[in-house]
């Protein structure tokens, strides 16, 4: 691939302004319109209580949380504050309440409540049904007030909210579509338009064109990851955090659905059924593959063809880098399988085009 072919065909790419205006526009208005929303104001709140239900106060205490309808309820004895901060770092709990028995007869146990709750709205009214439910378990028990004495703080935790999980997840979408679609109706443009008729009529070994081809797309993709990586971190997705590795993982995986895009223009005759094929491939990896939500949310039937899937991959590699601080080198499983689509869509799309009737 001489570099005056890949200056040419990435002037071909750039000139189709309204392409690359989308492959950026569109995943920029995901990205804004999922900024409106606040994730953090839930319906429910889940609470983690560490309290010994053996005892009048751990049982009456737990008993009386069962009441607030908004609590999601999990009962641990023995959780210690290292364990309970662990679990809200996690987000496996939003609010960690740890009740200690009294030290003396006529003292009162002391309930300690740490929440994590991003929205102070939605702490504050946590924090007034919890003091609530302790009064009214104080009166239950003694008759009298203070049978618990609560204090309440905020976790000093590092916690993920939903933005910063789907910034990842946006980015790889936008990169899956344009380099599948544009790429796909690319190539259906050049056969209609007698591009590749003219160009097997040439000198030039077909494989160096295809070369050019892909190589400008995946610079185009480059600018693409970073625009997106410098948008999504001004709104707060921290994608940053996962370096180099990031943008390197999102390039690699960018050349499994250009790819795709190839082996769609090869076998599919005609720009909308190309460009139809395509979606019909990006459309349900997008939902499936966790842009937007965790495949852990999905039926357990459905998990293994979605651990399948290479954007799955993708989005796990760059979710582990960028929300919890692995290495790039770290994430050697998920190249491992990104690195046999690739291989294996390369060479599809080689045959592909091999018997395309160009």
């Known amino acids: 691939m001489t570099r005056t072919m890949l200056g040419a065909s990435l002037k071909m790419v750039v000139r189709d302004k309204q392409a690359v205006f989308w492959a950026l526009a569109f995943p920029i208005l995901f990205l804004g319109v999922f900024r409106l929303f606040s994730f953090g104001s839930v319906d429910t709140t889940d609470i983690v209580v560490g309290a010994d239900t053996r005892t009048p106060a751990g049982a009456a205490l737990v008993e009386s949380l069962k009441g607030v309808q908004f609590l999601q309820m999990r009962v641990e004895p023995g959780l210690t504050e290292a364990a309970a901060l662990t679990e809200l770092a996690a987000n496996r709990a939003d609010v960690a309440l740890l009740l200690t028995p009294s030290s003396a007869p006529g003292q009162p146990a002391k309930a300690e409540m740490i929440d994590a709750i991003n929205d102070p709205i939605g702490s504050s009214v946590t924090t007034a049904a919890i003091r609530s439910v302790i009064d009214g378990t104080n009166l239950a028990l003694t008759g009298v007030p203070r049978a618990i ?3 309440a703080r905020t976790a000093r935790v590092e ?4 933005f910063q999980f789907l910034g990842p997840g946006i980015i790889g ?21 007698g591009v590749l008729r003219r160009i097997r009529a040439t000198p030039l070994p077909p494989w160096r064109f295809f070369s050019s081809v892909l190589g400008a797309h995946i610079l185009v993709s480059l600018m693409q990851v970073i625009v997106l990586a410098v948008v999504a971190q001004l709104l707060g997705a921290k994608v940053f955090d996962g370096g180099i590795g990031f943008i390197l993982v999102a390039v690699y995986g960018t050349v499994i659905f250009l790819n795709i895009g190839v082996i769609i223009a090869g076998r599919v005759h005609g720009r909308g059924a190309v460009e139809g094929a395509a979606n019909a491939v990006t459309m349900p990896m997008m939902f499936l593959s966790g842009s937007f939500f965790p495949t852990s949310s999905l039926p357990a039937a ?3 063809f979605v651990e399948l899937l290479p954007l799955t ?4 590699a760059m979710r582990a880098m960028a929300l919890e601080h692995e290495s790039f080198f770290a994430q050697w499983p998920a190249l491992l399988v990104m690195t046999a689509w690739v291989l294996g869509t390369l060479l599809l799309a080689r045959w592909s085009f091999s018997y395309a009737d160009a």
């Open 149 to 151: 004495d609560l204090t």
């Open 159 to 162: 916690r993920t909210t939903f």
């Open 173 to 193: 979408m936008g990169l899956m579509t344009f380099a599948t679609i544009s790429l796909a109706g690319s190539l259906s443009r050049y056969r209609e338009e």
């Open 302 to 304: 459905v998990r293994p």
């Open 313 to 316: 991959h993708m989005l796990h």
